[in-house]
Nanobody, 118 residues
Framework: QERLVESGGGLVQPGGSLRLSCVTS????????VGWYRQAPGKERERVAL???????LYADSVKGRFTISRDDAKNTVYLQMNRLNVEDTGVYYC????????????WGQGAQVTVSS
């Protein structure tokens, strides 16, 4: 069964940095896409960053220049390096992978809480 296991959330002050990690149960190169989403309290889940297979990396406008998504195929791991965090970045961050089934089937990690507060 496909699984995504996240780690790295926590509490950080504004201006600080955090790195999230997500280990996939299958070879990471086998997915249609891997990425990160987040959900703030009272808001809908939104895409933060995505690495589509064979295409350019995508970022939400709100995180461009501050966040970097990367992946290590040897470790089946996707990372989200988050710098210059602000309070609006607070939320639960979810790792996502898309399977090559039909139009694409999403699988999700358990979520990692990121809280930016002074």
């Amino acid at each position: 069964q496909e699984r995504l296991v996240e780690s790295g959330g926590g509490l950080v002050q504004p201006g600080g940095s955090l790195r999230l990690s997500c280990v996939t149960s299958e070879y990471i190169g086998s997915y249609k896409a891997v990425g990160w989403y987040r959900q703030a309290p009272g808001k809908e889940r939104e895409r933060v960053a995505l690495i589509p297979s064979g295409r350019s990396t995508l970022y939400a406008d709100s995180v461009k220049g501050r966040f970097t998504i990367s992946r290590d195929d040897a470790k089946n791991t996707v990372y989200l390096q988050m710098n210059r965090l602000n309070v609006e970045d607070t939320g639960v961050y979810y790792c996502n992978a898309v399977l090559w089934i039909g139009g694409g089937v999403d699988i999700w990690g358990q979520g990692a809480q990121v809280t930016v507060s002074s």
